[in-house]
C-alpha cells in the first residue's frame, strides 16, 4: 500500500513561503524513483489543478503559468520525499494542496489528476491579504 504523506501547509501573509514534503513509503517493491510525482491543488468550489510534476530522475520538471517563476518542485530520491517550495505567495494560491504519484520511468511528467494513482490526503495553505 502505497502512502503518500504531505507536510509544511499553514497560514501566511502574502509574499510569505512555504515549503511542502511530501514523503513516500510502502512502494511494493518499486523505488520512489521509479514515479513521476505531481503536486496539484484544489480550492473550494473548483477542480483539482495541476500545480506542478516532475520526472521520475528530477531532470524534467512542469510548471503552471499561475505558479511560474514563484513555485519550485524538486525531489530527493534518496529521502523517498517531493518538494515544492513556494515563494511570493498570493491570496489565490489558497487551496488544499496534494501530492500524487505515477509509475514512470519513460522520462515524463504528467499533467492531467486521471494518469495518477497513488495521491496524499492534502495539506491545506491559506495565504492572507
Known amino acids: 500500500q502505497v502512502q503518500l504523506v504531505e507536510s509544511g501547509g499553514g497560514l501566511v501573509q502574502a509574499g510569505g513561503s512555504l515549503r511542502l514534503s511530501c514523503s513516500a513509503s510502502?512502494?511494493?517493491?518499486?523505488?520512489?524513483?521509479?514515479?513521476?510525482m505531481g503536486w496539484f491543488r484544489q480550492a473550494p468550489g473548483k477542480e483539482r489543478d495541476v500545480v506542478a510534476a516532475?520526472?521520475?530522475?528530477?531532470?524534467?520538471?512542469y510548471s503552471a503559468d499561475s505558479v511560474k517563476g514563484r513555485f519550485t518542485i524538486s525531489r530527493d530520491n534518496a529521502k523517498n520525499t517531493l518538494y515544492l517550495q513556494m515563494n511570493s505567495l498570493k491570496p489565490e494560491d489558497t487551496a488544499v494542496y496534494y501530492c500524487?504519484?505515477?509509475?514512470?520511468?519513460?522520462?515524463?511528467?504528467?499533467?492531467?489528476?486521471?494518469?495518477?494513482?497513488?495521491w496524499g490526503q492534502g495539506t491545506q495553505v491559506t495565504v492572507s491579504s
Open positions: 516532475i520526472n521520475w530522475s528530477g531532470t524534467t520538471t
Open positions: 510502502g512502494l511494493s517493491g518499486l523505488t520512489f524513483r521509479s514515479y513521476a
Open positions: 500524487a504519484a505515477k509509475g514512470g520511468l519513460d522520462g515524463r511528467y504528467y499533467l492531467s489528476a486521471l494518469e495518477y494513482r497513488y
